[in-house]
T-cell receptor, first 112, second 112 residues
């Protein structure tokens, strides 16, 4: 079936550098995408979202980019901090029931 | 403060036993969801409910059962028919017609 996937299972970055986490999706009908952050032993927390009628959306230190042509989503974190270390998931809408389909996640490790 | 509470945080089950995981929310959300997360993997949907007294199977419903007798509560029973129940279980809720999920902190179930 349709699924959301990630290119890199683990990303290691130096503190202060920018991080880019990528996600590929296969359902061209998806119209809403969300990035979640999950710390160890906790539930996912909402980071930022974007609708398919947008290419870019910015939050505090985070930016989400959407390329519908190649069905690619990315999360950019500026000035990465140790507290950013976590697993990051992208999610997409699978259908009109408002169910989210989650990718397998990328682990972000921030080196001091 | 409004939120979503899962209990217990850790649960141990003997093979052949049924166990019930609790999920309660005071956010006045209409929809509730149960996800399963295995190590290093994304979230897979078990069951979801968009309204009281109604629920639908997700992608991996076999071996699980749910009920939605109250808006605030969506308990998940892991039955003996579930052959690999050891996992991290996450409950989420959202307002009907939106994709903004709020997640609980999860229950880690281990079969001993």
């Amino acid at each position: 079936g349709e699924s959301v996937g990630l290119h890199l299972p683990t990303l290691s970055v130096q503190e202060g550098d920018n991080s880019i986490i990528n996600c590929a999706y296969s359902n061209s009908a998806s119209d809403y995408f969300i990035w979640y952050k999950q710390e160890s032993g906790k539930g996912p927390q909402f980071i930022i979202d974007i609708r398919s009628n947008m290419d870019k959306r910015q939050g505090q230190r985070v930016t989400v980019l959407l390329n519908k042509t190649v069905k690619h989503l990315s999360l950019q974190i500026a000035a990465t901090q140790p507290g950013d270390s976590a697993v990051y998931f992208c999610a997409e809408t699978g259908d009109s029931s408002y169910k989210l389909i989650f990718g397998s996640g990328t682990r972000l490790l921030v080196r001091p | 403060d409004g939120g979503i509470t899962q209990s217990p945080k850790y649960l141990f089950r003997k093979e052949g036993q049924n166990v019930t995981l609790s999920c309660e929310q005071n956010l006045n959300h209409d929809a509730m969801y149960w996800y399963r997360q295995d190590p290093g993997q994304g979230l897979r949907l078990i069951y979801y409910s968009q309204i009281v007294n109604d629920f639908q199977k997700g992608d991996i419903a076999e071996g699980y059962s749910v009920s939605r007798e109250k808006k605030e509560s969506f308990p998940l029973t892991v039955t003996s028919a579930q052959k690999n129940p050891t996992a991290f279980y996450l409950c989420a809720s959202s307002t009907q017609g939106t994709y903004g999920y709020t997640f609980g902190s999860g229950t880690r179930l281990t079969v001993v």
